[in-house]
């Protein structure tokens, strides 16, 4: 049986894709058979991010419909055998998409791999319903900011209300607070609220936490997920993450201003390789 | 850093601005949490009735729902006006 994670927000633009792709290649890298299922019909995106835009054939509709199946629809990835993607559809919008059709395609996933990951679209509307719906665990992006706080916080009233675990009075699902893009020289300004603080508002356990990091934008304009570049802060951010996920217990990195030396100056070592 | 705060004025870091304003949001959040859809047309249907006899404000109506296993009660809270502001007298 398949563990299923849905990274999710509420909020647009917030990381969720890169954290799904990065996740994912993790869990992988570590062992794990996973497969990262788009869920944002009409807009993918995850394709590009894990680079493998140009062969998507099929997708997530065309499974549902019956117009395809799993294993044609499903892209292995590049680096890692024990990954796959399967994308969402470009020219559908999102009532394509039914509860049993998603369903199905779940429980068929389950049967081979160890994880799946769904990468929600942005909104509290049907198609981040469906992305969440099943879950076992949930993975809250959220940046230091008033609407992305906001917006977890409604993503929480969800999870605990309007998925299948919380309809059959089952174990809630977990749920885990994913921090990103954090800056720690604007939080030691005053000008961006702090890790604690927004733990303390959400009150749900911290899985992660990635810094805002120039490797992000270097990462997606390669298609190569970030957590690949494991010189990279948010790569090694993103590793901590799996990590904890996996149920380690790993200690918190990046949270302070970095200070780097002189010589990590001149060789250009840490975050910005 | 000490001084520097002082000469540019002793404003109030917008951060802890941001945390307080979140703070109440989301404790309004949860009250409504779990609540059913149609509560927020309930509540507003209520109002237009009780305003059409007694003048309230938009923030004077409060209900909410409370359930344990076989019992629901629907509390509606609403203050009102001292006398003689009524629209019907
Ligand atoms: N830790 C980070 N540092 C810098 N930029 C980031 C970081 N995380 C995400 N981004 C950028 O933010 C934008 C939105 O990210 P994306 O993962 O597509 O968000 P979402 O899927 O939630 O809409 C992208 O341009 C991405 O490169
Ligand atoms: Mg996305």
Redesign the interface.
């Known amino acids: 049986m398949a563990k299923i994670i849905v990274v999710t927000s509420g909020k647009g633009g917030v990381g969720k894709t890169t954290s799904a792709a990065a996740i994912a290649t993790g869990l992988a890298l570590r062992g794990n058979k996973t497969v990262v299922i788009d869920f944002d019909v009409g807009l993918r995106n995850l394709d590009l991010i894990m680079g493998c835009e140009r062969r998507v054939v099929y997708d997530l509709v065309n499974v549902i419909q019956g117009e395809a199946g799993l294993k044609q629809a499903m892209i292995r990835d590049k680096r890692s055998e024990n990954l796959h993607i399967l994308p969402a559809s470009q020219t559908r919008d999102k009532d394509a998409l039914t509860l049993e059709g998603v369903e199905k395609v779940l429980m068929d996933l389950s049967e081979e791999f160890d994880y799946i990951i769904c990468d929600s679209p942005a909104g509290i509307e049907r198609g981040a319903q469906l992305a969440l719906y099943f879950a076992d665990e949930a993975v809250v992006v959220t940046n230091p900011?008033?609407s992305s706080?906001?917006d977890s916080?409604?993503i929480l009233?969800l999870l605990?209300?309007k998925s299948r675990r919380a309809e059959q009075n089952r174990e809630p699902i977990k749920e885990h607070l994913l921090v990103t893009r954090y800056n720690p020289n604007r939080?030691d300004?005053?000008?961006?609220?702090?890790l604690d603080?927004i733990r303390e508002?959400?009150a749900i356990d911290l899985v992660g936490l990635i810094p805002e990091s120039e490797a992000v934008l270097r990462a997606s304009n390669q298609g190569v997920p970030v957590i690949h570049d494991d010189k990279s802060d948010a790569g090694q951010a993103y590793a901590d993450t799996v990590s904890r996920l996996m149920g380690e217990d790993v200690p918190l990195r990046f949270q302070s201003v970095q200070k780097r030396g002189l010589i990590a100056r001149m060789f250009g070592g840490g975050g910005r390789r | 850093m000490r001084l520097l705060d002082f000469l540019k004025g002793e404003r109030k870091?917008?951060?802890?601005v941001?945390?307080e304003?979140?703070?109440i949001?989301?404790a309004h959040?949860?009250g409504h949490?779990?609540q059913p859809d149609y509560m927020p047309m309930l509540e507003q249907e209520l109002l237009a009735v009780i305003r059409r006899y007694v003048k309230v404000d938009q923030d004077a109506i409060n209900i909410s729902l409370d359930s344990d296993n076989d019992c629901s009660v629907l509390e509606l809270n609403v203050t009102l006006p001292n006398e003689g502001e009524t629209v019907k007298g």
């Open positions: 900011e008033v706080v906001r916080d409604r009233g605990s209300s939080v300004d005053g000008d961006m609220l702090n603080d508002i959400l | 870091k917008s951060a802890s941001a945390k304003r979140l703070q949001i989301v959040q949860r949490r779990g």
